[in-house]
């Protein structure tokens, strides 16, 4: 049995879950960076977000088979940035809120490109 889940969609979502946690993280840590420059940056927001949200992709798989490539290149990218920001350099300071929402829009494009592989046509929507 898995911990924080296994597979491909199932991860994820999980990931993908934690979004809005990171919405409230941000904001929070910048009311707390005004109180304590030295104490909290951006960047602690975005490493404990990260965190949480990467424990996700330690048992995300894709299927084995070259016309799963494009997806399975993407989801190392999406673990490799996601565990790293979250587990390897904690402290360093050098991550920002943008580097958290480019793995979730690559999260995003990952879903797509699932969907599109199954035979659909996907569509983001408006809102």
């Known amino acids: 049995m898995s911990e924080f889940g296994k597979g491909l969609v199932i ?3 999980k990931f993908a879950e934690h979004a809005m946690k990171l919405r409230d993280d941000l904001e929070l840590y910048n009311k707390m ?3 304590n420059p030295k104490l909290f940056d951006e960047s602690h927001a975005v490493e404990m977000w990260a965190a949480g949200a990467s424990d996700h992709l330690y048992e995300i798989e894709v299927p084995e088979g070259k016309d799963w490539d494009d997806i399975r290149i993407k ?3 999406l673990k490799t940035l996601g565990l790293k920001m979250g587990h ?3 402290g360093c300071s050098q ?4 580097d958290a929402w480019a793995l979730q829009r690559l999260t995003r494009d990952i879903a797509l490109l699932i969907d599109e592989k199954l035979g659909l046509k996907p569509d983001l929507g408006d809102w």
Do not use: I
């Open 95 to 98: 991550y920002k809120a943008d």
């Open 11 to 13: 991860c994820l979502v």
């Open 33 to 35: 960076v005004s109180d």
């Open 75 to 77: 989801v190392d990218d």
């Open 88 to 90: 390897e350099m904690f």
